[in-house]
Structure formats: C-alpha cells, structure tokens
DNA sequence: CGCCCGCAAATCCTATAGGATCTTTGATCG
DNA sequence: CGATCAAAGATCCTATAGGATTTGCGGGCG
C-alpha cells in the first residue's frame, strides 16, 4: 500500500508541461514565462525552472541564458524529412531485431493488441489515435531488445507534437493492417521482411501527413 | 565586446558535473549528495538540482523521487554490445548520407583534420585520443545534414564514458588509418563504401575493447 | 541470536526573497 | 520624423530557509 502521490511535484510539472506543449496549449516558437507557468500550475518557479531543464534536454523547449525558455517551433518541411529518414535508419533495425529474438507469446500478444487502432469515433479520437500509434512503435522497438535503440525511438516521438493536431483521420484502417503486416513478419521470425513491412508503413505514413506541410 | 560571463552558473555547473562524471572523479552506481556537490563547486544546491535534471536526461545520472540521484553506472557487458550495435545502425548511415551531400572542400578539409589522432605522447594522451576521436565522429554525423541523426550520435557517445580511462592506446594508428578509409569513401562520393568503411572501423573499436570487460 | 519497531540525523524537495539582466517605454536630440 | 539613450518594469537566476521524507542506528521483543 502506497502513500496517494508517490510522486514529487517536479515530475507532476514535468508532465504537466509536456502535456501543455504537445496539446498546443503552448504555442510552438512562444517564449515561456516562467513565473506565469507556475502560478497557472499553482507551484512555485522551483520546480517549474527543473522540469523545463529537463524538456530541453528532450528537445520539446529551447532555453536562452538569462532571456528564458522558449516552446520549439513546428518541424519544417527539411526537418520533417529529416525525422522520417532518422526513422528509416532506426525503426526497420528495431523491426528486424524483434523479428530474431525469438519472442514468447505473450510479447507477441502484447504487440498485436498494440497494433490494433482506435476508429475515427469517439471523442478524442486524433489522440486516441496517436497514443495508440505510439504505443505500437515504443512496444516493438523495445522488443528489439536494445535498450539504446528503445530510448532513440521513444525521443523522437517527442518530435513528432506537431502532428496531434493535425493527424489524418481518413486512413485509421490503412496504418493498422500495416501494423498488422509487421507484427506478422515478427511472428514468423523474418527479419528482412519486418525490416521491410516497417519501411512500407513509414514511407507510406510520410507520404499521408505531407499534405500538411502543403497548407502552411 | 562581452561581459567576463556570458552564461549562467547552471551552464557551468552542468558542464562541472558532467567532467566529473566523465572522468569518473565521482565513482559510477555511486550516489550524489545534492548538497555536498554544491559546497564542493561553491553554489547554492538550486543550479546543481537543476544541472542535475538535465544531466539525468542525457543519460548520466539518475533519479529516484525523494531518494536522490545516482551517476549511472558502468555498461555491462550486454549493454555496451547494444550501444555497438546501435552505433552501427546509426553511423553507417550517417556515413552514406555525408558520402551523397556533396561536401564542399572546406568541410571534407575539416573532417580529414578530425580523422588525425593525436600520437600515445603527451601529457593526457587518453584524453586527447578520446577528445579527438569523438571529434571525428561527431564532425561525420554532422555533414550527414540530419539534425537528429547528429543529436543522436552525440548522445551516445554520453554512455562510453566508462572507456575514458580504459582506452587501448596501442592502436592508436589503426584507428586513424580507419577514419581516413571512411573519409576516402566520402571523399569519392562512394555511399556504399563509406557505410562499410564505418562498419569495419566500428566492429574494429568494438573488438579492441572487448578485453576491458574481460577483466572484471 | 535474529527480527522488528521507533527515534534521530541526514537528505531531499518546495517556497520565497533579493540581486542581476534583459526588455520595453518614453523622452530627447539630430 | 527617425534614431538614440535612459529609466522603469518585467523576467530570469541564485541563495536561503523550512517542511516532508527517507535512511541509519539503537533498544526491545520473540
């Protein structure tokens, strides 16, 4: 039995703000003061200066010394690119690495609920839909065993904020059967064809969130 | 014309700490007392929580809520097999991206000045061998053009601190004449044989320090 | 002899205050 | 009318203090 919050107020902040800046509650490129985030927190600046030392190292906020600390402005276009061709590189590595660990039912079973998706009902349903995305990519990179590469993955999803909002709602059923196509080549211990299933599905999510970038 | 200090006590704090745990003046697994760490470097406990905070996020400290932080121990064994096989995932292709960009000369002049390793002489040779060699990779990663690609290869190079005092200084030579391999591929505009070459050079490094773990 | 409980010391965590720096506003000069 | 400079305000940064929690130690019980 555990005391109500067994967390310290830093971590609850920590997570506040992320929450703050991934929602757009914060404008992407708006300074961040801190004094007015910790009375809209109802903490003190303490706590608050410690958990954006903290997103800055995640790459959600930018600090300048002695001016303050300002939310990181949306991915550009050569940024996003750069992101998708960073995933290429890791996540078909992961992919291919579950594929030849040999996992045990129950990991397999673990992935595949992972992969399932939300529908476009609901009332939240872009961030239904996001976290369970995320949740499917975090869960196979960690069944790659390597725990650098786990790591990897899950900080660039912190790049990816600038998508909740905007995430293409019409192709739910499309990213699940690509999920579903992956989980299978892991099944079937191919690592090659994992590797390749997981640059599909990438290749194929860039070229669904493109339209994005044209409407800016 | 700027003042005498441009940056603020947690900059350097945080840089403070960060060489203390790299040069291993504070034992890795061993506990960091928040308060004697702050006379120690003749500051108020505040900028060191902070410095702390974001030190945990590169990897070198840790932290449990109400407890305190902790410098992060030693790889294992295992986990230095997964950071070997993370860096080959990474650097290869960071390799093969430099090779098509299209350097100018001033930037291939710039990666061949990296790929020299100072010689075993001199006062801290481990020091400047290490200094030099992550120069090199860190200066390949960036003429990759990805940003996060660099970010990560940055990153990693965080988690070999435990080789700061355990490097073999008898291939000194071998290791330079790798580094110019690969630069020879970049030089040629040759993807294909840059990736090898950094294959080669990162299965070497792995093979010369594998020794390390045997006595322990 | 080993285990458990309670108290004291150490440590962490948060709030607050004051000094230092940057930003903005307004007035003066060219 | 535009540019420059100075002062006021806002904000950041650091130090300090006190409350909350954990850890270590000693005594008592089984």
Redesign the interface.
Known sequence: MQPAR???L??DVYAAVQALIMDHEVQPGARINIDALARRLAVSP?PV???L??L????LVSKT??VGYTATPLLTRA?FE??V??RL??EP?GAA?AAGAGLDTGELAGLRGAADLPGPGGADAVAAFTAQDARFHHTLAELS?????H??VV??RA?LHLFRLHFPTAHYGVSASEHHRIVDAVDADDADAAADAMRAHLTAARDRHLPFFESR
Chains 1, 2 share one sequence.
Do not use: Q
Not at 56 to 59: A, I, Q, V
């Open positions: 067994r967390i310290t830093t971590d303490t200066r410690e958990a030392a903290r800055e190292s995640d790459g010394p002695l940024e750069e992101l061709e960073m590189v890791l590595a690495k065993g390597n725990r650098m590469l790591a990897a900080r660039l790049h």
